[in-house]
């Protein structure tokens, strides 16, 4: 199976501020790679696909990127509605695998 | 609008079995390959299972493969999950969770609220 390495796992800033999550594969997945967003007792929702893409109705402030197994999430200024927990996913194989979660939390 | 229902979630003893539903409206079910993914609580999420539009193809993963078996029911835009000889290690939130394609790609842009199954003695 492929793993996911997430860091950091928690995450503290303030509004306005610039975050940025990792998340490594184990093995080449290309850019088979998704971000979705969670908040409490709520499901997730996608943010970004394919390591870059964004999916519709998405702010511009959330952006993804890669380098080899390598791939980066950022928000660019911080907004009160942007803390929950982010996991990374991979498509490229079965079985899909998740990050462990990056919790996004209000310094 | 889209939007998926689960159900048939509750509490159930060890090696005992389980079904859950999803029911999806606002879209055409059989235009879109479909999954399951679980989350236990407090946890991160795992995918459990995913079906393309005509169940040509089926996956599952390695901890669900044996026991769990997922199917699909176009007439009827319903999605299901038959859980056998249940773990306490299953409990979890099960969502229900569309691909954004007919065939398998892997990617969920809509979920449902999810449905609580409890392993318990």
């Known amino acids: 199976d492929i793993q996911m390495t997430q860091s950091p796992s928690t995450l503290s800033a303030s509004v306005g501020d610039r975050v940025t999550i990792t998340c490594r594969a184990s093995?080449?997945?290309?850019?088979?790679l998704a971000w979705y967003q969670q908040k409490p007792g709520k499901a997730p929702t996608v943010l970004i696909y394919?390591?870059?893409s964004m999916e519709s109705g998405v702010p511009s402030r959330f952006s993804g990127s890669t380098s080899g197994t390598e791939f980066t999430f950022t928000i660019n200024s911080l907004q009160p509605d942007d803390f929950a927990t982010y996991y990374c996913?991979?498509?490229?194989?079965?079985?899909?695998?998740f990050g462990q979660g990056t919790k996004l939390e209000i310094k | 609008e889209v939007q998926l229902v689960e159900s048939g979630g509750g509490l159930i003893q060890p090696g005992r079995s389980l079904r859950l539903s999803c029911a999806a409206s606002?879209?055409?079910?059989?235009?879109?390959?479909m999954h399951w993914v679980r989350q236990a609580p407090g946890k991160g999420l795992e995918w459990v299972s995913g079906?393309?539009?005509?169940?040509?193809?089926?996956g599952y993963a390695d901890s669900v493969k044996g026991r769990f078996t997922i199917s699909r029911d176009n007439a009827k835009n319903s999605l299901y999950l038959q859980m056998n000889s249940l773990r306490a290690e299953d409990t979890a939130f099960y969502y229900c969770?569309?691909?954004?394609?007919?065939?398998?790609?892997?990617?969920?842009?809509?979920w449902g609220q999810g449905t609580l199954v409890t392993v318990s003695s």
């Open positions: 969770a569309r691909d954004t394609v007919s065939l398998i790609r892997g990617i969920f842009d809509y």
């Open positions: 606002g879209f055409t079910f059989d235009d879109y390959a």
């Open positions: 079906i393309s539009w005509n169940s040509g193809t089926i």
């Open positions: 093995q080449s997945i290309g850019n088979w």
């Open positions: 394919d390591a870059a």
């Open positions: 996913q991979q498509y490229s194989s079965y079985p899909y695998t």
